[in-house]
């Protein structure tokens, strides 16, 4: 079962192969005891989501055991400076209620107001990752990475770190299949995360991609899922619903080399409408 099975980081850290995503989870301490119960224990939250609290109640009444949770949390894409960083970092800690985090990752290399400009704020980012490795050395991290980053933005962090960034969590999905940022990235010890395996609701449009899954006898989501998955990507889809929480998480087959081929040449996701007001869905 998928829920069981891990991915190494470069550190020896053993990282769920699925992950449950809370961006837009309002009760996020619910959606994590649910997500437990069914046996996830894999949670992605962020500063910039706002729940980082409820997650940590989730986890801490979840009634599995702390060490057998992995909690990623995102440093704010803001932050841009040493000083900020080091008093996020210890926000993220407080607002959980967790001694420690398993992952955390820069949000993004620019700030959301300036995304996709030319501005890759290089300096920033140093700084910003010197605070992860101190919090990653003082033990208060278990594992630090990026996301959202590009080969430039990863370059620009290795040429100056202690400790590489361990994972990249990026935009991928079918439709969606940046390969060579993702091979950059795996070239550079980084696991490859991808959010949003289910183009943010708008893959449930695609008539191709519902024949498709109803030839393997799955649901859209699961063959996104699976795609991703078979791709050696790490998943975080969200929901807080139990049942598709319990779905997501079936996807114990196989898609055929020919499909996969279909999937990572069909057409790119033009509109991701109501998501499209957010910088990572339109580019900018």
Request: proline letters at 4%; one cysteine or more; aromatic letters at 8%.
């Amino acid at each position: 079962m998928i829920l069981n099975e891990t991915y190494s980081l470069s550190n020896g850290i053993e990282i769920p192969k699925i992950g449950l995503g809370t961006w837009f989870t309002n009760d996020a301490a619910q959606a994590v005891r649910d997500a437990a119960a069914i046996g996830y224990r894999h949670i992605d939250t962020a500063q910039a989501y706002g729940n980082e609290a409820g997650v940590g109640e989730g986890v801490r009444t979840s009634g599995v055991a702390r060490d057998d949770m992995f909690i990623t949390s995102k440093l704010a894409a803001e932050i841009k400076s040493y000083d900020e960083a080091v008093a996020s970092i210890d926000g993220s800690l407080a607002r959980t209620g967790l001694d420690h985090l398993d992952l955390m990752i820069i949000h993004s290399p620019q700030p959301w107001a300036t995304f996709g400009g030319e501005d890759r704020c290089f300096e920033g980012n140093r700084e910003a990752w010197r605070a992860l490795e101190e919090a990653y050395e003082a033990g208060k991290l278990r594992a630090i990475g990026v996301s959202n980053f590009k080969a430039a933005d990863i370059d620009n962090l290795i040429d100056s770190c202690r400790v590489t960034p361990m994972v990249n969590q990026i935009l991928a999905h079918v439709t969606n299949t940046p390969t060579e940022l993702i091979g950059y990235s795996r070239e550079k010890g980084m696991v490859v995360e991808a959010y949003s395996p289910i183009g943010h609701g708008e893959l449930f449009k695609n008539a191709q991609l519902a024949d498709m899954a109803s030839r393997y006898g799955v649901s859209v989501p699961q063959l996104a899922i699976r795609y991703t998955l078979q791709l050696g990507l790490l998943p975080l889809p969200k929901t807080s619903n139990p049942e598709h929480m319990r779905t997501n998480a079936e996807v114990d087959f196989e898609i055929s080399d020919e499909d996969m081929d279909v999937l990572t040449n069909m057409e790119p996701i033009e509109n991701y409408g109501d998501a499209s007001v957010f910088p990572v869905y339109s580019g900018s």
